[in-house]
């Protein structure tokens, strides 16, 4: 599912609850909508981390070979940081 969909997804559930009283579950309707707001907000956040931590290509010059590299991080030596970077190790632990 994309984040266009979870949107729509949402705005859809909004439209449906609009007026309507709980049916009587233990999730209100306003509890469901801010569980879907909340998944719609984390999946905007992941996309924009993973956007700045995309995998770019890069020249090794010690070796002349290829790498991927992280374009949003760096080493504190000035080099680049092998993809995965640690933050997108982070992103996908916790998206198990
Ligand atoms: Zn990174």
Request: glycine share 10%; net charge negative; hydrophobic share 40%.
């Amino acid at each position: 599912m994309t984040i266009e969909d979870l949107r729509a997804t949402v705005d859809d559930f909004r439209g449906m609850i609009a007026g309507k009283p709980d049916a009587g579950y233990a999730l209100t309707n306003g509890d469901i909508l801010d569980l879907l707001s909340e998944l719609v907000t984390r999946r905007d956040a992941d996309a924009v981390i993973r956007g700045i931590h995309d995998p770019v290509d890069a020249l090794h010059l010690p070796s002349g070979r290829r790498m991927r590299v992280c374009a949003g991080c760096g080493a504190d030596d000035g080099n680049w940081q092998p993809w995965p970077c640690p933050t997108i190790g982070a992103l996908e632990a916790v998206n198990r």
